[in-house]
């Protein structure tokens, strides 16, 4: 194999450049050749896309993008060389045995390794989960917000809130996408260090490219007011439905098996199990493991999901996995519950 | 009768954990005739799945799990493999030195493996059983036009 040429362009230290989440591979034929990933810091999207190999390396280009940019890429409507042209900078590293070397920062990529005018993400050759990203599209909704009681905090926690619960669900309703599940797997069922709810939310938020990321769109308070967004309508029913479930008593019900649950731990002097701890499911008994498990089909019951506990089954977390996560959701969803019960905030109904 | 090892199944039991079912559900042994990109002349490098090529044409330095990375990618006819190739090389200019510039046909047999559901494009995944030597049963057809 040739030798690749040499870049012109400002060296990058590793520790400098930006760690970015794999989302999903775009097009893929005996490995990668264009795979979407999302900046860690700023959430930006980022294509990664193979340029050139020799016998000991390949080397691969980066250019961050819009929303509307990716969007209309994977919908076939721009090149990829157009995305490229209309980058402000481009990354290109070398991978040789699994690091990254020689990256440099450029301005404009070279024209040797510009794609051609019609460089479009064609049906033959996009994978089939580049085609379910655009099959999933966004639509507006709003968050209806009322009373004279509502502070500048209000206003950030609860799009913080429902963006957290929109995340369970979009990883509960994508376990398909093979970036979701390995981070599924790897926060509620393979945690190294104990258990992080913040690491599941967090973590689910980072494998949501921006075309399915709940995006506000527009802020208005004059009571009433609503916090307009951009969302996947099928995600907005799934959190409408489990706010719901706590009305006419629901949260009373809720609140009476948190209690008893925590309350049980404490005899059982397996309290403190969900944040940081990490305890496995094989130090607890039997009798333990059923207990749990019969918590968690009402608490799953109550709330309406029945989707999670198949996302559970199929992903084979065990019952205190399944625990710590409800439990985390349940937190959140009680939070943000506090705001519709005071009227504060209303969820419409989709 | 059980089914035979894949030849790459060590590889694949590292990274999938049972939850992940790789081969894909649905592969099954299927008597095709196939079409794969290949340099010429052919090597056995030529049907070295992606999780055995060196250097490795991998971006994510963490290693994510990738089950597509231990099947052969190919196509259910020539026109197909070729129209694949000229679309992916409006993109990736030099794809030919990594995959190269060639197309092969070749019949499997259900002794070979267990094949994808070829998709729209008719392009479907290879896992290879073990002992199995597809340079044997691939000749190449012509090269891919520029």
């Known amino acids: 194999m040739s030798r690749m040429p ?10 400098a450049f930006p760690d970015y989440t794999w989302n999903a591979d775009l097009i893929f034929f005996d490995g ?88 479009f993400l064609y049906p033959e050759i996009s994978t089939d989960e580049a085609k379910a990203l655009i099959e999933e599209d966004v639509s507006t909704y709003k968050l209806l917000l009322s009373g004279d ?17 929109y995340s369970f669900h979009y990883g509960v309703g994508h376990l398909d996408r093979a970036a979701v599940r390995d981070r599924l797997v790897s926060t509620v069922r393979d945690w190294k260090g104990g258990f992080s709810s913040v690491h599941l ?41 489990v706010i719901s479930s706590l009305d006419d008593g629901g949260v009373d019900r809720m609140e009476k098996a948190y209690s008893s649950c925590y309350r ?28 749990i498990k ?18 559970f089954e199929e ?19 009680r939070q943000l519950y506090t705001y519709v019960q005071s009227g504060t905030l209303k969820i419409p109904v989709i | 009768m059980p089914q035979p090892k894949l030849k790459y199944e060590a590889e694949i039991a590292d990274f999938a954990p049972g939850c992940i079912s790789c081969p894909p559900a649905g592969a099954l042994p299927m008597a095709i005739k196939a079409f794969r990109w290949v340099a010429k002349p052919m090597t056995t490098d030529s049907f070295l799945p992606p999780g055995k090529i060196k250097p490795a044409r991998v971006n994510n330095t963490k290693g994510a799990a990738n089950c597509g990375l231990f099947g052969v990618s190919m196509h259910t006819s020539r026109e197909r493999s070729i129209d694949a190739f000229k679309k992916l090389e409006k993109t990736f200019v030099y794809a030919r030195k990594t995959i190269g510039g060639f197309v092969a046909e070749g019949d499997l047999t259900e002794q070979d493996g267990l094949c994808t559901t070829s998709n729209s494009a008719g392009h479907f995944d290879l896992y290879e059983y073990e002992k199995v030597n597809l340079i044997d049963s691939f000749v190449v057809l012509c090269e891919i036009p520029k």
């Open chain 1, 201 to 241: 939310f967090n973590g689910m938020k980072a494998v949501i490219p921006s075309i399915h990321r709940a995006r506000v769109s527009n802020l208005q308070y004059a009571s009433p007011g609503h916090i307009g967004m951009e969302l996947l309508p099928d995600m907005a029913r799934k959190i409408s439905e």
């Open chain 1, 32 to 119: 990668p050749f264009l795979s979407l990933y999302r900046r860690d810091a700023g959430g930006q999207d980022a294509l990664f896309f193979w340029l050139d190999a020799d016998n000991k390396k390949n080397r691969w280009g980066v250019v961050e993008l819009a929303r509307s940019s990716l969007r209309d890429y994977l919908r076939g409507q721009i090149s990829l060389r157009s995305i490229i042209r209309q980058a402000d900078f481009v990354y290109i590293f070398n991978v040789g045995v699994r690091r990254r070397t020689s990256i440099k920062l450029l301005s404009e990529l070279p024209d040797f390794y510009l794609p051609k005018a019609d460089s």
């Open chain 1, 315 to 333: 992903m084979e977390i065990d019952v205190l996995g399944q625990l710590r996560a409800i439990l985390a959701y349940y937190r959140r969803l």
């Open chain 1, 294 to 311: 019969n918590i968690v089909n009402y608490l799953v019951e109550n709330l309406r999901m029945p989707s999670v506990m198949q996302a």
């Open chain 1, 149 to 165: 009681d509502l502070y500048v905090d209000d206003l950030a926690i609860i799009p913080k809130l429902y963006q957290q619960l």
């Open chain 1, 264 to 291: 049980y731990f404490r005899d059982e002097k397996i309290s403190g199990f969900e944040e940081g701890d990490e305890r496995r499911v094989d130090t607890l008994t039997s009798i333990q493991i059923e207990t």
């Open chain 1, 6 to 15: 040499f870049i012109q362009g400002k060296d990058i230290d590793g520790r």
